[in-house]
């Protein structure tokens, strides 16, 4: 019996079918096929191969843009007059007592960039005048007790606090710190040397003793991804992120030929493990924004090993990863809009150089114009890019940037984009004029990855300007992953656009989930249907609820919901959040966004609209959409049983 249940998931797996609620995908392990092909002992020749020997080259940071030099160097020059910021414990407790994360991690970041600005300008100058300044950057991180934050630190047995410094676990911040620092001690070390051998040397100790040695001899990171029953079966951006950060440490710094090698290993299995989660068509549950350290940091990797091997390890050719790669500009809108659900922002700086040479790599126009587009609209070349890109980034950026500025293909992009495993289409109809029409609604279930309560919630953008959105997330706090999650009024469905029904909303949990889902492309636009019920309580009474949406014309968008339920036991109300303020006309409600002017139509017997004004505190929220948000309610006057409601959004003249 066991014989027939093993083949008969391995046929499963061939198939790329879902299996009792586990995503199985065809051609899993692709990484470590290729590690094999490869053969992993030809590191023994490569271990001494330094994998970016044009770093070490004065041609090559002369060949940067004057303007780029002369803006890291007065980042530079701004850093030796300021001190280094401090990390008392008392920073590190306050999410202990009060959930705030964003004061301590504003002032580690505020450390590393400084360190990668004197860096960076140093080797541009040459002239030693920052290596004081940066000794005293890698010593003041060496002598931090962690190098995480207060809300990872989880992953330590003594659990949230301040942290056991007997205990180095890897995170997020402690692998970009040990990249930061493998790289600067690549770049600078017999030149900090002059100042006192023990700097590099403490950098050498600290690094193998809170990346090298514990990411090597442990398995029990949840971000590896080896224990399902640590991570609830959860793969995220976390793997690639640590694992690109791991990796280039390890490249670096690490002297043991044989440990290179077994860490290499480890690490192309863990990233198998996020190729084999994300779904054949490349779709990322996080969204776009979560995607530059999702499918983004696992191109650093791929990058890295392809550098390191000479391009012995390459699976660019492949249909999986090209995909992982493309999902970026099909969920591009305009501009800095990409296509948001769940904790993803709307708006979003990609990476230039990530998706540049991704697109590179994999034969992609499509890609390399959208990095192109990103390079100009980010002045890239006139302002330094710290923070989370990361000083890799920002070292491929210099190398690859002459390319990236002659590049000048401007291929469209396709009308319509359907990712079955995700249940996301984006369709859009594009007028020689300019004006366009783009709708992307979504599927799913409500325990994805960074996951709001959102079952068929839909966005609506005209000529690249918001009508319809989704709210996104307010800044991480404790709450924000914790059994208070969904307390919070950005993760609730009610706050989508998504009906609240019989007074009741959405409920969290893989089985509140979308029910027979298809998308269609229709010759201007496209089509999405699925049922919705399922993602609500048993309570609510919902035996079917039927949405249906439909693209196909550049100037209107039609959806309609028709439902059964089993009672009548309380309100039933439609909700839409926009950014621009609704107004109430007789004819419907009026949403102008840029230069175009909705009108979203419905049923003004059967229904009675309101609406609510939100006022925004949070900064991130500010980010996105400024100081206040609306949200549209249009209450069903008379609840029946069955009912068919039928909506439109269609541009006025201007």
């Known amino acids: 019996m066991i014989f027939y249940q093993e083949s008969f998931r391995r046929i499963l797996l061939f198939i790329g079918i879902q299996f009792l609620g586990f995503q199985l995908f065809a051609q899993p392990d692709i990484l470590v096929s290729e590690w094999n092909r490869f053969n992993p002992s030809n590191l023994q020749a490569a271990s001494d191969y330094d994998p970016f020997p044009e770093w070490r080259d004065q041609s090559f940071w002369q060949s940067v843009p004057e303007s780029l030099r002369k803006a890291y160097i007065a980042e530079a020059e701004k850093a030796l007059n300021e001190p280094y910021p401090i990390l008392p414990a008392s920073l590190f407790l306050e999410f202990a007592k009060n959930g705030n994360r964003g004061r301590y991690e504003t002032q580690v970041r505020q450390r590393r960039n400084m360190l990668q600005a004197l860096v960076l300008a140093e080797c541009f100058e040459r002239k030693g005048r920052f290596l004081g300044k940066i000794a005293d950057g890698i010593w003041i991180i060496c002598e931090e007790t962690y190098w995480g934050v207060p809300a990872h630190l989880y992953m330590q047995k003594a659990g949230i606090g301040l942290p056991d410094v007997s205990e180095p676990t890897m995170d997020l911040f402690a692998g970009e710190t ?155 809108i305009r501009d800095n809009y990409f296509v948001n659900f769940a904790d993803a922002a709307a708006k979003g700086n990609i990476s230039p150089v990530t998706v540049f040479m991704y697109g590179k790599r994999i034969a992609n126009d499509t890609m390399q114009a959208l990095a192109k587009e990103g390079l100009v609209m980010q002045n890239f070349t006139s302002k330094t890019s710290l923070g989370l890109n990361g000083i890799f980034r920002n070292l491929m950026a210099f190398g690859a940037l002459p390319e ?51 079952v068929g919630n839909f966005v609506v953008y005209a000529d690249g300007k918001p009508v319809l959105i989704d709210v996104g997330v307010e800044s991480y706090t404790a709450k924000t992953f914790s059994p208070e999650r969904y307390s919070i009024w950005t993760m609730q469905s009610q706050y989508h656009n998504v009906p609240t029904v019989n007074g009741f909303q959405q409920k969290e949990g893989k089985s509140f989930a979308a029910k027979n889902v298809s998308a269609k492309q229709l010759p201007n636009g496209g089509s999405f249907m699925l049922d919705i019920s399922g993602a609500y309580p048993a309570d609510a009474g919902i035996k079917e609820w039927k949405r249906n949406i439909v693209l196909d014309n550049a100037d209107r968008v039609n959806w309609n919901d028709q439902y059964i339920l089993t009672e009548v036991k309380g309100p039933t109300m439609f909700h839409f959040m926009t950014q621009s303020e609704p107004v109430i006309t007789p004819q419907g409600i009026l949403i102008k966004t840029g230069d175009a002017a909705m009108l979203l139509g419905y049923d003004l ?25 609306y949200r549209i309610s249009l209450n069903v006057k008379a609840p029946a049983n069955t009912g068919r409601f039928s909506f439109s959004l269609s541009r006025q003249p201007s």
């Open 178 to 332: 040990a990249a930061l620092l493998a790289i600067t001690y690549h770049l600078l070390e017999k030149q900090l040397n002059t100042i006192s051998p023990m700097v590099c040397k403490r950098l050498l100790y600290e690094t193998d003793r809170r990346v090298l040695t514990p990411n090597l001899t442990r398995t029990d990171f949840w971000w590896m991804s080896f224990d399902a029953s640590l991570n609830n079966g959860t793969i995220n951006n976390w793997n690639p992120w640590c694992n690109s950060n791991w990796l280039i440490t390890v490249m670096l710094l690490e002297k043991d030929p044989d440990r290179k090698r077994q860490a290499m290993q480890k690490i192309v299995t863990s990233l198998d493990k996020f190729v084999n989660h994300t779904p054949p068509d490349g779709g990322c549950d996080e969204g776009p924004v979560y995607w530059g350290r999702a499918g983004g940091s696992l191109f650093d990797a791929l990058e890295l090993m392809y550098s390191y091997t000479r391009g012995g390890f390459n699976v660019f050719s492949n249909p999986h990863i090209q995909n992982i790669g493309s999902y970026i500009y099909k969920a591009h």
């Open 404 to 454: 990236m500025q002659a590049f000048n293909k401007q291929p469209a992009k396709s009308p319509f984009y359907w990712f079955p495993y995700l249940q996301v289409m984006v369709a859009r109809k594009t007028l020689e004029n300019g004006k366009e029409l783009l709708v992307a609604a979504q599927g799913g279930h409500n325990a994805e990855s960074h996951n709001h309560n959102d």
């Open 605 to 629: 017997k059967r229904l009675e609209a309101g609406i609510e004004k939100i006022n925004i505190t949070d900064a991130q929220l500010k980010a996105n959409w400024g100081d206040v948000l």
